[in-house]
């Protein structure tokens, strides 16, 4: 049993760039990983900068293993890129293959649709602490804006974000995000006409007083 993943082994310990508070990207051992170095011979199953080229199947159309090659990480300007090694291809047979997918970055294809621009990291970019894009009436929450992350971030943000549409759409919002339900500013129309028309068709009616009038119109 073994544990291919595409990204870089992270150290033991916390790098310089990944100080507490935040959330230590250092490798660990879980239960899962202990079972199986327990019953295959000690061996840890993660082996790291790998990506699988093809699914390889015999000639009755059943998976036989799979074509990988190694990789290489590199960082210029906070941005992440990688490269495959050259002569590192590899096959390991395999029956069985079961996919856990990460996250990268958002889709290019929407990313070039919108023409949006784009942080170091290749998430959508939005001036702190808001969710507007570079482009007018486009706005990012969640993993595209602040990468890879907790759903309880994906549920603040998105209640951010709906507030921050609202009031762009409408010039104000009483929509509920953090901090509770804002009090939206409203100027009571003038009625001057109204009290007119009422005072006219009230003082009409017969058995009306002056009074039952009066409080018709500021009704």
């Not at 490798?27 to 295959?40: I, L, Q, R």
């Not at 291809?89 to 929407?110: D, H, I, R, T």
């Not at 570079?134 to 990468?147: E, L, Y």
């Amino acid at each position: 049993m073994d544990r291919r993943m595409l990204t870089a082994e992270p150290p033991a310990t916390r790098a310089a760039n990944n100080p507490w508070p935040q959330f230590a990207r250092v490798k660990k051992t879980d239960y899962g990983h202990a079972e199986v170095m327990a019953n295959f011979g000690g061996k840890d199953p993660r082996q790291y900068c790998i990506s699988t080229k093809r699914f390889v199947l015999d000639d009755e159309g059943k998976l036989k293993g799979l074509d990988t090659v190694l990789v290489e990480w590199t960082e210029v300007g906070g941005k992440w890129s990688m490269e495959e090694v050259k002569g590192s291809e590899k096959f390991y047979p395999a029956q069985l293959v079961l996919l856990a997918l990460g996250f990268l970055g958002p889709q290019n294809e929407c990313i070039k649709a919108l023409e949006v621009k784009q942080d170091p990291r290749s998430n959508i970019q939005t001036p702190n602490g808001k969710y507007s894009t570079s482009q007018a009436g486009v706005f990012a929450a969640g993993d595209c804006r602040r990468g890879q992350s907790l759903v309880v971030w994906g549920i603040k943000e998105g209640r951010q974000c709906a507030e921050e549409v609202d009031t762009f759409l409408a010039g104000s919002s009483r929509l509920p995000y953090q901090g509770g339900i804002p009090r939206r500013s409203w100027v009571a129309p003038k009625i001057s006409s109204a009290v007119s028309a009422v005072s006219e068709t009230a003082s009409e009616r017969a058995g009306m007083d002056s009074e039952t009038v009066s409080v018709a119109a500021s009704a």
